[in-house]
């Protein structure tokens, strides 16, 4: 299975540029302890997990270590050679997932180092999984409309989540976002990695368990062409959503068919714009509105995305909740 994502967070920084040749890697005296603990309530027993710990120099790896979980919930390793700039990454597979640690400095001097890795008992019933804030971008760029969705998601439970919903290749499919027709450029920005992501021609989905907690930070973009003066747009929602607030900054375009704007609001990076904001959303409701107002003309130029710091907008949602809302968009 795949690492969560503090694993390939950290992974994700580490880079391949060349350094001077150091002096070889000498044994020292140095112990790293990883200490296991199952962040499930009454979870079962972490003894005999294995533990894998990498272990970089300078960034690059250098050696990789096993190890197994003994009853007091540690895994100890001695004489871990180090020197300096010497960082190691603990995991530990339980009940066939892989769960990782921070990264750890480790020095000769120290003595010591500890790591510590939370794992959690699997779960197959993503009905736990919701949305909190759900931001939706719209601007006008070239000869596209450039999207970016900002999504707060939450696992209510204290479990890691899959689900018993399995693709052609078996893997989970654990979160399925549905994106308008003809969307194109899909990137990825916060929470999804793309070699745990499916495409399909509705949008996507992910097959990494999804930790515990209420604020995993998602984000990604797209773009729909632009081929008429008046476009239909229906956004699906996939997953129980509390609030969803539409951002228009279409220039010489409008949104229509969502009634009218709850107000303008100055964005993170100081542009204007028109929201519209609609709640309590169930699974299955499509929200669908119109764009109007463009003079088409077709161009050869391609369009590029340009994302924004993800959930940026977060910060004008207490505002947001003192507005009034709009009506509700029908169930398919």
Same mark, same amino acid.
């Given at each position: 299975?795949?690492?969560?994502?503090?694993?390939?967070?950290?992974?994700?920084?580490?880079?391949?540029?060349?350094?001077?040749?150091?002096?070889?890697?000498?044994?020292?005296?140095?112990?790293?302890?990883?200490?296991?603990?199952?962040?499930?309530?009454?979870?079962?027993?972490?003894?005999?997990?294995?533990?894998?710990?990498?272990?970089?120099?300078?960034?690059?790896?250098?050696?990789?270590? !096993?190890?197994?979980?003994?009853?007091?919930?540690?895994?100890?390793? !001695?004489?871990?050679?180090?020197?300096?700039?010497?960082?190691?990454?603990?995991?530990?597979?339980?009940?066939?997932?892989?769960?990782?640690?921070?990264?750890?400095?480790?020095?000769?001097?120290?003595?010591?180092?500890?790591?510590?890795?939370?794992?959690?008992?699997?779960?197959?019933?993503?009905?736990?999984?919701?949305?909190?804030?759900?931001?939706?971008?719209?601007?006008?760029?070239?000869?596209?409309?450039?999207?970016?969705?900002?999504? #707060?998601?939450?696992? =209510?439970?204290?479990?890691?989540?899959?689900?018993?919903?399995?693709?052609?290749?078996?893997?989970?499919?654990?979160?399925?976002?549905?994106?308008?027709?003809?969307?194109?450029?899909?990137?990825?920005?916060?929470?999804?990695?793309?070699?745990?992501?499916?495409?399909?021609?509705?949008?996507?989905?992910?097959?990494?368990?999804?930790?515990?907690?209420?604020?995993? #930070? =998602?984000?990604?973009?797209?773009? &729909?062409?632009?081929?008429?003066?008046?476009?239909?747009? =229906?956004?699906?929602?996939?997953?129980?959503?509390? !609030?969803?607030?539409?951002?228009?900054?279409?220039?010489?375009?409008?949104?229509?068919?969502?009634?009218?704007?709850?107000?303008?609001?100055?964005?993170?990076?100081?542009?204007?714009?028109?929201?519209?904001?609609?709640?309590?959303?169930?699974?299955?409701?499509?929200?669908?509105? #119109?764009?109007?107002?463009?003079?088409?003309?077709?161009? #050869?130029?391609?369009?590029?995305?340009?994302?924004?710091?993800?959930?940026?907008?977060?910060?004008?949602?207490?505002? &947001?909740?003192?507005?009034?809302?709009?009506?509700?968009?029908?169930?398919?």
């Amino acid at each position: 299975m795949k690492f969560l994502a503090s694993a390939l967070a950290f992974l994700s920084i580490l880079s391949t540029t060349a350094f001077a040749e150091d002096a070889p890697l000498t044994n020292s005296n140095t112990l790293l302890v990883v200490k296991v603990t199952n962040g499930t309530a009454q979870g079962t027993s972490v003894t005999d997990d294995k533990v894998f710990v990498r272990i970089f120099q300078h960034e690059q790896l250098t050696e990789t270590l !096993e190890g197994k979980v003994d009853a007091s919930g540690q895994a100890v390793f !001695e004489n871990v050679p180090t020197r300096e700039h010497t960082v190691a990454v603990a995991s530990a597979r339980h009940g066939d997932m892989m769960f990782a640690s921070r990264a750890v400095s480790l020095s000769s001097e120290s003595g010591t180092g500890v790591a510590h890795v939370t794992v959690y008992d699997v779960s197959e019933d993503n009905s736990k999984l919701s949305v909190g804030m759900h931001h939706f971008v719209i601007k006008a760029q070239s000869d596209s409309l450039v999207i970016t969705e900002y999504m #707060q998601l939450k696992n =209510a439970s204290d479990m890691a989540v899959i689900s018993k919903e399995k693709d052609a290749q078996g893997l989970p499919v654990v979160l399925k976002i549905l994106l308008p027709a003809e969307f194109a450029d899909l990137r990825f920005a916060g929470y999804f990695h793309t070699d745990a992501v499916v495409v399909t021609e509705d949008g996507f989905y992910d097959t990494m368990a999804m930790p515990p907690g209420t604020n995993h #930070q =998602a984000a990604f973009s797209y773009t &729909l062409g632009i081929d008429s003066a008046t476009m239909d747009v =229906a956004k699906r929602i996939s997953l129980p959503t509390s !609030e969803f607030v539409l951002f228009s900054q279409l220039g010489p375009g409008k949104i229509t068919g969502l009634g009218s704007a709850t107000g303008r609001m100055t964005m993170a990076d100081g542009t204007s714009a028109e929201y519209f904001n609609l709640s309590e959303l169930n699974s299955g409701d499509t929200i669908n509105f #119109q764009v109007t107002g463009f003079n088409v003309i077709k161009s #050869q130029r391609k369009s590029w995305i340009i994302m924004g710091v993800v959930f940026g907008v977060v910060t004008m949602l207490a505002v &947001l909740r003192l507005r009034p809302k709009s009506k509700q968009p029908s169930s398919e």
